[in-house]
């Protein structure tokens, strides 16, 4: 594949998109095993944005969102970041939930697993904060994501009847 891509032969650019939000996934997953970062995942973070970016910048490029809209492959990108940060060494609970609160507050529609991730990042947040202010705002987001379990795998609703709500860890 890659020397197609080099060629210019890359077929479908949602194809294309998927194949770099996969292998980033896939070395973010090696990455939190504690290899090191020998492919640059970096790297592949600034070639899927400037992919995106020059989607929405030019028209003949609307295949890319043929799938997905724009909104949607950016939460996939910005939950991809989210995994990065938490895995790196400095990592910054506070960025997270940034990139965590702007999914969930500036997109009309979010991604039911990009969700999760972003409340897991806000999770981070108030945990590693122990702030008490933030209580009932943890109890929202327990719900939030409870609500988008369910909806992700239905047999979850019996499991919700039978207690108050459920963790990201139990899914």
Known sequence: MEHRIQEGLTGAE????????????????????????LWGVEALFEDIMKMLSSALTNPNHDDLFCKIGPAGRMQQ?????IKFMEINENYD???????????????????????LKAIRALMNYI???EAK???????????????????????????KRRRKSLTLEEF
């Open 93 to 115: 609970d506070a960025a997270a939930a940034k990139i965590g609160i702007r999914m969930l507050v500036e997109d009309e529609y979010v991604l039911p697993e990009e969700a």
């Open 133 to 159: 202010k933030f209580s009932d705002l943890e109890f929202t987001l327990i719900d939030y994501q409870t609500t988008l379990l369910m909806n992700i795998d239905p047999k979850l609703k019996e499991t």
């Open 127 to 129: 945990e590693h904060n």
């Open 14 to 37: 949602d194809e294309h998109f998927d194949l770099l939000l996969g292998r980033i996934n896939g070395l973010l997953t090696l990455l939190r095993m504690n290899y090191n970062d």
């Open 77 to 81: 990108i910005d939950a991809a970041l």
